[in-house]
């Protein structure tokens, strides 16, 4: 009996000390499932409309983050006296990112984003717009999580403000102020 208890205590003490070592190597696979990758997915934006977009979002590090998207979609725009319109809309962003935390699935993150853009409306028969460019500085916070059994997939949420710098007093893009963006990109 005392023998079937050592041996026992054995096997256990022996499985312990392996999945202890395995749970090491995956957090070691898992702290580097976004650093020194490149990722290429689907990004969202919601400012009062919803844009679409293709994104290229890479990892320096563990903590230096670059992320490149371009949007099409639908916008609101005011112009002059005129009903809010919906407009055409283009743009292109880049973002940096810092990563505050780092944990083994996810990431928290502050940045800053630049944008231009092209917008075109038309308003009964007539170019009210006729692709006229903006710019779009902003500040964000956000995040990026993985799941263990898929740590190629990166899921992000973003949040923040974003000014508007455009040439023309009549018209106002509803682009500015807060938005958020989330996106899927997976790392090669």
Not at 156 to 170: E, H, L
Request: proline letters at 2%.
């Amino acid at each position: 009996m005392k023998k079937r208890f050592l041996s026992f205590m054995a096997v256990a003490m022996v499985m312990m000390f392996l999945s202890v070592g395995s749970v090491f190597a995956a957090d070691d696979a898992a702290k580097n499932f976004i650093s020194n990758k490149v990722g290429i997915g689907y990004q969202g934006m919601v400012v009062g409309s919803f844009l679409n977009g293709i994104s290229v979002r890479g990892w320096i590090g563990d903590r230096i983050g670059l992320e490149g998207s371009g949007f099409y979609g639908k916008a609101d725009v005011k112009v002059e006296d005129f009903k809010l319109l919906e407009a055409d809309l283009w743009t292109i962003e880049a973002k940096a990112m810092y990563a505050i935390i780092v944990r083994s699935y996810s990431k928290f993150y502050a940045g800053a984003k630049i944008g231009y853009g092209q917008i075109d409306a038309t308003a009964y028969g007539s170019e009210m717009i006729d692709n006229k460019g903006f710019w779009t500085p902003g500040v964000f916070i956000g995040s990026e999580w993985s799941f263990p059994q898929l740590p190629e997939v990166g899921f992000n949420f973003d949040v923040g403000y974003s000014g508007i710098i455009y040439d023309n007093d009549d018209v106002d893009i509803k682009l500015h102020g807060i938005n958020a963006t989330f996106g899927v990109h997976y790392y090669f």
